[in-house]
T-cell receptor, first 113, second 111 residues
């Protein structure tokens, strides 16, 4: 049973526009959520996180929104740049064990010049 | 700092062979983890450690052993490789409740 779901395997946007990546979770114990970015042949790199006590966290062009009642989070990238083209993984943890992450399957974002 | 390093980058094994994937970090992180990534799948937790001498199982531990004798190193051992263990393996480390830092990965093929 997948506890973290990214239902869009891929997303294509134009440079300068907004990219919105979505993630749903089923485990009510999750209280910390992260987004990782992964380029081919490299390890994932941390992008942004949000605690369940917040509903929004912003870092430059990246904003993560959390809707606890819907068990849904989204990552907004504005404006999108070609260098943002990568696989984006949503991850979650909970119960004070933030070192144990449950990942979604990832969304391949392609930003076209 | 080198961050999280993994060796080897690539490895081909025959079914039944054993090997150890090495992972080291120089950030004095207490938490270290091993994940595997398969095509069309997210990363899945194999084993993790909350400090030297302490390890525990993750989501997919079968066929793998770990030990943590020092803060810096967290090797992953495959005792008898199987084709189902063909995957890309990532080691990660973190301190406290902060985000995990990942190594570059080891691509393993078992024939």
């Amino acid at each position: 049973d997948q506890q973290v779901k990214q239902n869009s395997p891929s997303l294509s946007v134009q440079e300068g526009r907004i990219s919105i990546l979505n993630c749903d979770y089923t485990n009510s114990m999750f209280d910390y959520f992260l987004w990782y970015k992964k380029y081919p042949a490299e390890g994932p790199t941390f992008l942004i996180s949000i605690s369940s006590i917040k509903d929004k966290n912003e870092d430059g062009r990246f904003t993560v929104f959390l809707n606890k009642s819907a068990k849904h989070l989204s990552l907004h990238i504005v404006p999108s740049q070609p260098g943002d083209s990568a696989v984006y993984f949503c991850a979650a943890s909970g119960g004070g064990s933030n070192y144990k992450l449950t990942f979604g399957k990832g969304t391949l974002l392609t930003v076209n010049p | 700092n080198a961050g999280v390093t993994q060796t080897p980058k690539f490895q081909v094994l025959k079914t039944g062979q054993s090997m150890t994937l090495q992972c080291a970090q120089d950030m004095n992180h207490e938490y270290m983890s091993w994940y595997r990534q398969d095509p069309g799948m997210g990363l899945r937790l194999i084993h993790y450690s909350v400090g030297a001498g302490i390890t525990d199982q993750g989501e997919v531990p079968n066929g793998y052993n770990v030990s943590r004798s020092t803060t810096e190193d967290f090797p992953l051992r495959l005792l008898s490789a199987a084709p189902s263990q063909t995957s890309v393996y990532f080691c990660a480390s973190s301190y406290g409740d902060n985000e995990q830092f990942f190594g570059p990965g080891t691509r393993l093929t078992v024939l």
